[in-house]
């Protein structure tokens, strides 16, 4: 049993996470957040702490960076849109047990003082930025690190306040360059 609530979006999100574990779900109905939720999250947080585990697509990161804000010291875990994705929908819903499991493995939180150990230099040098298949390339990225994908300004901003170290940055780097043959 996991310690933490899973903070999902819906119902079909709650039943996806069961098959891959058994834990407590608390769901937010979409970002038109009720009260009670709001109440009922707030006192999983105080007491066994909380992970936020939204779609990744628009809605889900809207609903995700108002949680964040409201509960700073949340656990986040990212599935990967491409391990949450089924022709015409994206959603926890969709991933597999596994995808699950492994977003879990690889919770973050995040850090109240940031360290600024990444740069848009960062981002620019290794192909992450300003480039054709930037976008393609942060998204691996962000799954291998757990992370979650994100723009270019959100991408730095994440792996400098989840803790990202400079040897694990490197380390993923190299595994996506071996595999895409580089």
Avoid: W
């Avoid at 933490?4 to 996470?17: C, F, H, N, Q, R």
């Amino acid at each position: 049993m996991l310690k933490e609530v899973l903070i999902v979006e819906g119902k079909m999100d709650t039943v996806a996470v069961h098959r891959a574990l058994d834990c407590e779900t608390i769901e937010t109905g979409g970002f038109a957040l009720r009260p009670d939720t709001l109440r009922q999250i707030e006192a999983a947080y105080h007491k066994r702490g909380i992970i936020i585990l939204t779609d990744p697509d628009g809605s889900g990161e809207r609903i995700r960076k108002f949680l964040t804000k409201k509960f700073p010291k949340a656990g986040q875990a990212f599935v990967p849109k491409k391990d949450a994705s089924v022709p015409d929908d994206v959603g926890i819903e969709q991933a597999k047990p596994e995808a699950i499991r492994e977003a879990l493995r690889k919770v973050r939180h995040e850090s109240f003082t940031p360290a600024e150990t990444f740069t848009a230099a960062d981002l620019r040098d290794n192909g992450l930025a300003g480039s054709p298949d930037a976008s393609s390339r942060r998204a691996l990225l962000g799954a291998e690190l757990g992370i979650g994908y994100g723009t270019g300004k959100t991408f730095l901003r994440r792996l400098n306040t989840y803790g990202v170290t400079r040897e694990e940055f490197t380390a993923a780097l190299r595994k996506l360059d071996e595999a895409a043959g580089k």
